[in-house]
Nanobody, 124 residues
């Protein structure tokens, strides 16, 4: 089992920045990729960004956040970050991190472990 705990959400104005953290514990050696997803009220959970750390580190982003969000990993702390800049009201959602083995994916169904989510609210 892998446990994930997100933090860093909050209420900010448009144009501001936030950094989300996802701390992993447990059998973390069994996974090699982590993704960030978000879910706005009344909408399906959608992919935001992902990182793979086995072999060459690689990242990928949804078109809606590319150039504004950056995903990174701090090995010593078993933590993955999502730096969110130039936030927009449409970024408002509950943000979830999830982890899996076999490399990153944009599909929620392929992730084995999920955090509880952290709320991000961007006011206009």
């Amino acid at each position: 089992q892998v446990q994930l705990v997100e933090s860093g959400g909050g209420l900010v104005q448009a144009g501001a920045s936030l950094r989300l953290s996802c701390a992993a514990s447990g059998r973390t050696f069994s996974t090699n990729a982590m993704g960030w997803f978000r879910q706005a009220p009344g909408k399906e959970r959608e992919f935001v960004a992902a990182i793979r750390w086995s072999g060459v580190i690689s990242t990928t982003y949804a078109d809606s956040v590319r150039g504004r969000f950056t995903i990174s990993r701090e090995i010593a702390k078993n933590t993955v970050y999502l730096q969110m800049n130039s936030l927009k009201p449409e970024d408002t959602a509950v943000y979830y991190c999830a982890t899996k083995d076999g490399g990153w994916s944009v599909r929620t169904s392929e992730y084995a472990y999920w955090g509880q989510g952290t709320q991000v609210t961007v006011s206009s």
